[in-house]
């Protein structure tokens, strides 16, 4: 095979793991509902905000689309080293080192920074809920605990 055929395989395949890769966005925003979560029923629980921590929220595991696409441009940029025998390493080794720092660039393509809020419900219980930070809280403000149809949420009331 050239190595012009290899480069544009190379990069066909990095280019679909990465649109791949955007395919799979979990939220974690009280903001944002999926499709089969609108115009279901939910439960209103009302209450006041008593503590905020600051939390990092991290997709439970890789699309492996990173390490596909770092370890495919890694492999390519080897390519262009040396012949033979040396390229040869170049090349395995470029895609290793891709692979291990597209893997680095996902997982920090994947955290959210979110927020713990615990809450003293009217009726006294109190609960904790973790969400993005991309609703305005503070402790002491009247809340809205809404859960029922998928994740529960903590809103302005």
């Known amino acids: 095979m050239s190595s012009l055929t290899t480069t544009s395989l190379v990069v066909m395949i ?10 799979a966005n979990p939220n974690a925003s ?3 509902y999926t499709y089969g979560q609108a115009q279901t029923e939910q439960v209103v629980r009302e209450g006041t ?3 905020i921590r600051p939390i990092v929220i991290q997709q439970e595991r890789s699309s492996g689309a990173g390490l596909i696409a ?3 441009l890694g492999g390519v940029a080897g390519s262009a080293v040396g012949d033979g025998t040396g ?3 170049a090349i395995v080794g470029g895609a290793l080192l891709g692979a291990l720092a597209g893997e680095k660039v996902e997982e920090a393509a994947t955290k959210t920074n979110g927020i713990e809020i615990t809450v003293r419900l ?3 219980e109190t609960r904790v809920i973790a969400q993005a930070a991309d609703v305005a809280l503070s402790v002491g403000q009247r809340v809205q605990v809404i859960s029922g149809a998928g994740p529960t949420r903590v809103v302005p009331n």
Do not use: P
């Not at 990095?14 to 395919?23: H, R, V």
């Open 30 to 32: 009280a903001s944002t």
């Open 49 to 51: 905000v008593k503590a």
């Open 87 to 89: 390229r040869t390493l």
């Open 14 to 23: 990095a280019g679909t793991a990465l649109m791949m890769s955007g395919c």
């Open 122 to 124: 009217d009726n006294g």
């Open 70 to 72: 770092g370890g495919a």
